[in-house]
């Protein structure tokens, strides 16, 4: 691969790093916060690809090189009647003095992840993932304690419902309904519960925040379908098979089938 092979696998892969960050797809990969330096580092690999195909494609350096070469003197004989062994043997000039712009066939593999940002979508973590997971709380973390937002089914997501039945005893959440967004995943003994999934940097690390479901929960739903739960806090609490961990329940008493969110992680 010579160096203008690089610079374009480098604008298109800069491009659908670009691509990436300018839409929601990111989301499926990284936080939110981590878009302006995407945007970043995408600019910066296309300006340094466009530099370098500047360079090595500007015609001054062919005219250069070719007024070079005709006022080079020739090379002296050696003793032995061999001419130009001197520059034969200099450094640059050697049998494979025609590959030192070239780089590692192996580089190619780049093209990889710059056709799949490009042609495919990948779908963000789902059921697969939280059922090889434990749920991410845990009795040795601390969670800081927000008021419920007004309304009535009060707004809240998933780890918050899940922090405070837990760690909470239910004590802020009271009778209210609450109104939270999750994914059907298997839970203990088989039977459906509520998952999201969480990361603290990017997806490489994320991991589900679970809650079961009594009273009128969704049934026949296939894994990885998503769902608005409207219900109240029940003590009914549960075991994660993967971790041990206590997954809290929700006494669910309407729910609705809904559109995967644009940012899925939360």
Request: contains cysteine; aromatic residues 6%.
């Amino acid at each position: 691969m010579n160096r203008q092979a690089q610079a374009c696998i480098m604008i298109l892969f800069g491009g659908a790093v670009l691509r990436a960050s300018l839409t929601d797809l990111h989301l499926r990969y990284v936080k939110e916060g981590l878009r302006p330096f995407l945007i970043g580092a995408s600019l910066l690999l296309i300006i340094t690809a466009v530099m370098t195909l500047w360079y090595e494609l500007r015609p001054a350096a062919a005219a250069t090189s070719g007024a070079a070469d005709e006022q080079q003197p020739p090379a002296p004989a050696d003793p032995d009647g061999a001419v130009g062994s001197a520059a034969a043997t200099a450094p640059g000039h050697d049998d494979h003095g025609h590959h030192g712009h070239h780089g590692p066939r192996v580089a190619w593999l780049l093209l990889l992840p710059v056709l799949g940002l490009l042609l495919v979508s990948p779908p963000a973590l789902g059921s697969y993932a939280a059922g090889q997971s434990g749920t991410a709380l845990t009795a040795e973390q601390n969670y800081d304690y927000s008021p419920l937002p007004a309304g009535d089914p009060a707004p809240i997501s998933v780890i918050d419902y899940a922090a405070l039945a837990l760690f909470d005893k239910g004590r802020s959440l009271g009778d209210r309904r609450v109104q939270f967004t999750g994914f059907i995943t298997p839970g203990p003994g088989g039977e459906p519960i509520l998952a999201r999934m969480i990361m603290s940097c990017c997806a490489a690390d994320g991991r589900p925040v679970k809650v079961g479901m009594t009273g009128d929960a969704p049934a026949g739903l296939a894994d990885d379908t998503w769902v608005e739960v409207t219900g109240r806090y029940s003590q009914r609490i549960g075991r994660d098979p993967v971790n041990n961990e206590e997954i809290p329940y929700l006494d669910v008493e309407s729910w609705r089938q809904v559109n995967a969110p644009a940012n899925p992680y939360g």
